[in-house]
């Protein structure tokens, strides 16, 4: 392996992190990587003083450029868009799920709002909020003054406005609290799925067009609540829970006769459930049923 490699390989997993929270694809993200990498094999020969900053940048603009053209398709999408979920590995092992948690977790419901933002204001926002660069260095991603890149930065908090707070319960917390709402909407329990959701809950779904979907933003905690206990009676005797961890949160898989039927991921604030997404397009369902079977 020649050194160009190995630089590539050191920073490979921060590369792909930037795609993904970018893109909300896997497979798009995998695309961004090899196409980084054939950029950085062309200038393997030049003299590169700060390679990392050099990648970083690449993947940011290629990223946006991309994103443009998604954000476009997008807007014809069936129903509402949700990002592709990833699944935490589980074990100490480095995978490339872990390595996306390592990064800086941004949850499946963040990903989602960051859709109302241009690609550039995105771009500027994770590398300010999630990956902590300066505002210098964002200039010198972005093309921008310092000012510029703040303006940006704030513009985007703006636009995301009160929805992107995130709750600040521990784990262990959420943890306890999703238990709850498994064992609630496994058995039908209508009170006790309502009192575990906030007055003012809201919940998406993803299709893709493929399976049933809520078509609209379903709110508040009754009609919510209504959802999983028709569902409950719907597949009563046949519905299956498994806690596991979603974008480094935690989260739910839920079966309906032993097959994947969708992955919900969580947000929580004052001990109740104040978001939920619902992923059941297969397509973005694959790789997470994939990494799952894996596991045995």
């Known amino acids: 392996m020649d050194a160009s ?17 970018m893109l909300g694809s896997l497979a798009d993200a995998d695309d961004l ?14 003299e590169v003083r700060a390679p990392e900053a050099w990648l970083v940048t690449a993947a ?7 994103l443009r053209s998604l954000q476009r398709s997008r807007e014809h999408y069936p129903g509402l868009w949700l990002p592709e979920p990833v699944l935490g590995d589980g074990s100490a092992a480095e995978s490339p799920e872990d ?5 800086g977790e941004v949850s499946m419901a963040l990903q989602a709002l960051l ?9 500027a926002f994770l590398l300010r909020e999630v990956f902590e660069l300066d505002y210098d260095e964002l200039a010198g991603i972005l093309g921008k003054s310092p000012a510029g890149c703040r303006q940006l930065v704030s513009r985007a908090k703006a636009a995301l406005g009160e929805e992107a707070r995130r709750g600040d319960a521990p784990a262990a917390e959420h943890e306890r609290l999703l238990a709850a709402f498994a064992r609630a909407t496994a058995a039908g329990d209508f009170g006790p799925i309502q009192a575990l959701l906030a007055t003012d809950a809201s919940l998406q779904g993803d299709g893709g067009g493929q399976v049933a979907s809520v078509p609209h933003p379903l709110r ?3 009609r919510i609540a209504q959802l999983y206990f028709a569902n ?20 739910l898989l839920r079966f309906v006769d032993g097959r994947l039927e ?34 045995g």
Do not use: M
């Open 262 to 295: 969708s992955a919900q991921s969580f947000e929580f604030e004052g001990g109740r459930i104040l978001r939920i997404g619902v992923q059941r397009n297969p397509a973005k369902l694959a790789r997470l049923q994939a990494a799952w079977q894996a596991r």
């Open 115 to 123: 859709e109302r933002l241009t690609p550039a204001a995105r771009a």
């Open 220 to 222: 508040g905690a009754r």
């Open 5 to 21: 490699t190995r630089t590539f390989l050191q920073h490979r997993a921060r590369i792909r992190g930037i795609a993904y929270r």
């Open 232 to 251: 409950a009676l719907r597949w009563a005797g046949r519905l299956r829970w498994e806690p596991v961890t979603l974008n480094g949160r935690p989260g």
């Open 60 to 66: 940011t603009r290629l990223a946006i450029d991309r």
């Open 99 to 103: 390595e996306l948690e390592r990064l």
């Open 33 to 46: 990587v090899q196409d980084v990498w054939l950029r950085w094999r062309e200038c393997a020969d030049a």
